[in-house]
């Protein structure tokens, strides 16, 4: 065999093995689809510890199309803050109409047993937005208790995935310290 054969079939399987890769992780962080038992089992039923952020859909709907993309993107860059799911509308009529439903897309955040509709662009940067404000504005209080090492207090965050807000910038102010 050739050099240059040799070259394009190490070539080629470099492709596949990538493909193969990006497959697979397309698989594992893939937004799931949410049928009305899965909604009764893990929303209304469910402990409330996990924010579920749901896109209620309709497939003659070309913004659904478009929005699902953009809700996919996020779901990979929200590092598993929140579980993300799709809601079609044909398949869940009761749940489209107890939520009146009338316009697709439609966003909301299921968390803490509460229900919080997504106004704004259908936009990475406006999703994540709205994941981190209303999720750290449901999640648990501080916990006040300090831990006192000399003259370093530190400040302990009991069932936190994210640092609240207020204390985001002044831990990123002293951390360098």
Known sequence: MSHL??????????????????????LVSSVKKM??????????????????????????SHACHHAYKNFKKTELQANGIAEFYTIDSEECPNLTSHYEIQYFPTFGLFFRRQEI?????????????????????????????????????????????????YLAAAFGKFYKY
């Open 5 to 26: 054969f040799k070259k394009s079939i190490r070539l080629y399987h470099n492709y596949i093995l990538f493909s193969a890769m990006f497959l697979l992780l397309a």
């Open 117 to 165: 509709q997504f106004y704004g662009k259908f936009e990475i940067p406006s999703f994540t937005k709205f994941l981190i404000e209303q999720i750290s504005l449901l999640l648990l209080p501080i916990n006040t208790s300090w831990a006192n090492n000399g003259r370093k207090q530190v400040i302990y965050f009991i069932n936190r995935r994210i640092p609240p807000p």
């Open 35 to 60: 049928s009305e038992d899965i909604f009764e089992q893990n929303i209304k039923n469910g402990n409330g510890k996990t924010p579920y952020f749901v896109m209620f859909t309709d497939n003659d």
